[in-house]
């Protein structure tokens, strides 16, 4: 008997619907293959080889004996450049010259050994790729690795290479390398090379590198910077900008206290002067105030509006290059772009030209400002990002926040041109933990020596307070005082400033470290400014030291729904239900997280 053409139809239907699944899971297999193999790192092998080692008595090659790997944004001769997107890839034909940064490596003895993943068009730092995956963060597995140089820090991170290429226009090579625990270099605007990279805002665009050592960082700044070997040059003076730390997350004690520990320590008797960059931005740049009436309701606090508006010029002005770059491809193409990336495309396209010209006359007031505040070997100090790396699948309206302030800090050498180098300072709930240290314009060499000298200091006082921290003894056991600070974190959270707050009940945790509520309550104050990463972690320090907390189960649940972990957020609020049945918050959010989930 012969099957009806419905019934066929729905054979084969299964059939295709069966093969597609298994190809499905064949790639999937495939891919896991690929990340095991190299964290998901790269998206192309070749191999460029130095030329032989001159004869004696002439040096060896600066770089001989080590291995790179180059960000899919530099052209390699004979391989296209994918620019993070397939469709860019596929109407695209293969480079017909190698990158000058690339080449100079190359000459300088290095071997290239692949081209690395990278985010989509260059814009995000978040380092996720729908099209190929996100390269897994070596040192926090859970978390995204940064962007738009994803592939190129983790290659350095996992240790697949001994250095990497990137580029940073807003902060492309400092976030990657802070949320990857490693060394980050942006230089001078202007001072390396962009010739052979896709631009994204020449106004901009740097092309940056990755290491684990100093050593290899200065090694290769001095190939790529061109620049000879002199003797090192102290830092006169050291700004600590504080308004810039209070956009921080991490406590007190575990940023600003080892930056300044660290450098007391590494050089003699330095000018330490602490300052609100933001103040000093609003009185010497005049042109920020056109940008004032953009600043919203953002986590920065009203006073310090200058970094809002530093941020929102950076911003625009990208936007637009971009456009000027791209928009006949994206119009033409119309290519398939992940979530956020499409966003940002689409404000760029619909930006116009009317407030560029202010834009640049920000960069060059803000260029001029802060090369005469770094005068006279100046070092800028301030936090490289706003927090520890947001944690993967964490939907993208939640990123919003941790972005504004990320940029808020980014946006100085961003627009000023200077030169800026993010270093590993430890550690904090098992996240890297990174500190930036800014020159001016030209003093690339000046930063790397002074990174150079302070980041062995740097690691270790990390690693004191850490190992201080985790073990509270009964010396610093103080009851007493950390009822008290949690009074003050309590006022503080009832005048609604919680940056306070947090500090208060931080305070309170150094003093009597096994008290849950005073984690439970810095949650909620974590919560109040929407750090829900930073409210997790600590309700489950709560947790393990009372499980009854109600309190913390229910900020947990909270943090976590907003997070997008709505099954743990759900198993939160049916245990808060089973300390407390009556509990209505609880109660509400089963049966909302039921729809979710169930329905």
């Given at each position: 008997m012969f099957q009806?053409?419905?019934?066929?139809?729905?054979?084969?239907?299964?059939?295709?619907?069966?093969?597609?699944?298994?190809?499905?899971?064949?790639?999937?297999?495939?891919?896991?293959?690929?990340?095991?193999?190299?964290?998901?790192?790269?998206?192309?092998?070749?191999?460029?080889?130095?030329?032989?080692?001159?004869?004696?008595?002439?040096?060896?090659?600066?770089?001989?004996?080590?291995?790179?790997?180059?960000?899919?944004?530099?052209?390699?001769?004979?391989?296209?450049?994918?620019?993070?997107?397939?469709?860019?890839?596929?109407?695209?034909?293969?480079?017909?010259?190698?990158?000058t940064v690339?080449?100079?490596?190359?000459?300088?003895?290095?071997?290239?050994?692949?081209?690395?993943?990278?985010?989509?068009?260059?814009?995000?730092?978040?380092?996720?790729?729908?099209?190929?995956?996100?390269?897994?963060?070596?040192?926090?597995?859970?978390?995204?690795?940064?962007?738009?140089?994803?592939?190129?820090?983790?290659?350095?991170?996992?240790?697949?290479?001994?250095?990497?290429?990137?580029?940073?226009?807003?902060?492309?090579?400092?976030?990657?390398?802070?949320?990857?625990?490693?060394?980050?270099?942006?230089p001078s605007h202007g001072a390396v090379s962009t010739v052979g990279l896709v631009p994204m805002a020449q106004s901009l665009d740097t092309a940056g590198w990755f290491a684990r050592d100093t050593t290899i960082l200065r090694k290769v700044g001095h190939v790529l910077l061109q620049?000879?070997?002199?003797?090192?040059?102290?830092?006169r003076r050291i700004i600590i900008s504080d308004d810039c730390f209070r956009l921080s997350t991490v406590p007190k004690e575990r940023s600003l206290d080892v930056a300044v520990k660290s450098i007391e320590k590494a050089f003699l008797r330095p000018?330490?002067?602490?300052?609100?960059?933001?103040?000093?931005?609003?009185?010497?740049?005049?042109?920020?105030?056109?940008?004032?009436?953009?600043?919203?309701?953002g986590k920065v606090e009203p006073e310090n509006y200058a970094l809002i508006a530093l941020k929102n010029a950076l911003r625009l002005l990208q936007r637009f290059e971009f456009k000027t770059n791209h928009e006949e491809w994206i119009n033409n193409v119309k290519p398939d772009l992940g979530p956020g990336i499409a966003d940002r495309v689409s404000a760029a396209l619909q930006t116009t030209p009317e407030q560029i010209s202010l834009c640049l006359k920000?960069?060059?007031?803000?260029?001029?400002?802060?090369?005469?505040?770094?005068?006279?070997?100046?070092?800028?100090?301030?936090?490289?990002?706003?927090?520890?790396?947001?944690?993967?699948?964490?939907?993208?309206?939640?990123?919003?926040?941790?972005?504004?302030?990320?940029?808020?800090?980014?946006?100085?050498?961003?627009?000023?041109?200077?030169?800026?180098?993010?270093?590993?300072?430890?550690?904090?709930?098992?996240?890297?933990?990174?500190?930036?240290?800014?020159?001016?314009?030209?003093?690339?060499?000046?930063?790397?020596d002074t990174a150079n000298t302070l980041y062995p200091l740097l690691q270790k006082e990390a690693e004191s307070i850490a190992s201080a921290s985790s073990s509270i003894s009964t010396v610093t056991y103080k009851p007493e005082a950390a009822e008290a600070a949690k009074e003050k974190g309590n006022i503080a959270f009832k005048n609604m400033d919680y940056k306070a707050a947090i500090?208060?009940?931080?305070e309170a945790i150094q003093f009597d470290g096994k008290n849950a509520t005073y984690y439970s309550n810095r949650a909620a104050a974590h919560l109040a400014m929407y750090s829900f990463t930073q409210a997790e972690a600590d309700c489950c320090k709560a947790i393990d030291l009372d499980r009854k907390n109600i309190k913390a189960h229910l900020r947990r649940g909270t943090a976590r729904e907003f997070l997008g972990y709505y099954r743990e957020a759900d198993e939160d609020f049916k245990q808060a239900?089973?300390?407390?049945?009556?509990?209505?918050?609880?109660?509400?959010?089963?049966?909302?997280?039921?729809?979710?989930?169930?329905?």
């Open positions: 009806s053409s419905k019934s066929m139809s729905s054979a084969n239907l299964w059939v295709l619907l069966g093969l597609g699944i298994a190809g499905i899971i064949l790639l999937s297999r495939r891919r896991m293959k690929e990340v095991s193999k190299d964290f998901g790192a790269f998206i192309q092998y070749l191999e460029l080889l130095p030329p032989p080692q001159p004869a004696p008595p002439i040096a060896p090659h600066p770089l001989s004996n080590l291995t790179f790997a180059v960000k899919d944004i530099f052209d390699v001769e004979g391989y296209v450049t994918g620019f993070g997107n397939p469709d860019w890839a596929r109407t695209h034909e293969p480079a017909t010259q190698t990158a690339v080449k100079l490596l190359v000459q300088g003895g290095a071997t290239c050994i692949g081209k690395t993943h990278m985010d989509e068009l260059a814009y995000s730092i978040n380092g996720v790729n729908k099209h190929y995956g996100t390269p897994v963060n070596p040192v926090a597995t859970s978390r995204v690795p940064g962007g738009s140089s994803s592939g190129s820090a983790v290659a350095v991170a996992a240790g697949l290479v001994d250095f990497a290429i990137g580029t940073d226009t807003g902060g492309s090579v400092r976030i990657p390398a802070a949320f990857c625990g490693i060394l980050g270099f942006r620049l000879p070997y002199t003797d090192f040059k102290q830092p000018a330490i002067v602490h300052m609100k960059l933001g103040d000093y931005m609003a009185s010497n740049i005049p042109s920020l105030k056109a940008f004032k009436g953009e600043v919203e309701n920000v960069r060059d007031e803000a260029r001029m400002v802060l090369n005469e505040l770094l005068a006279n070997d100046g070092v800028l100090v301030m936090p490289t990002a706003p927090g520890p790396p947001p944690k993967l699948r964490t939907r993208e309206t939640l990123l919003a926040d941790f972005r504004e302030n990320a940029f808020c800090l980014l946006s100085v050498a961003g627009m000023s041109g200077c030169c800026q180098v993010s270093l590993p300072a430890g550690k904090h709930d098992e996240c890297p933990v990174a500190l930036s240290l800014i020159a001016r314009t030209g003093s690339d060499r000046f930063l790397l500090d208060c009940y931080s239900l089973v300390l407390e049945p009556t509990n209505k918050t609880a109660g509400e959010a089963v049966k909302r997280l039921r729809k979710v989930l169930y329905e």
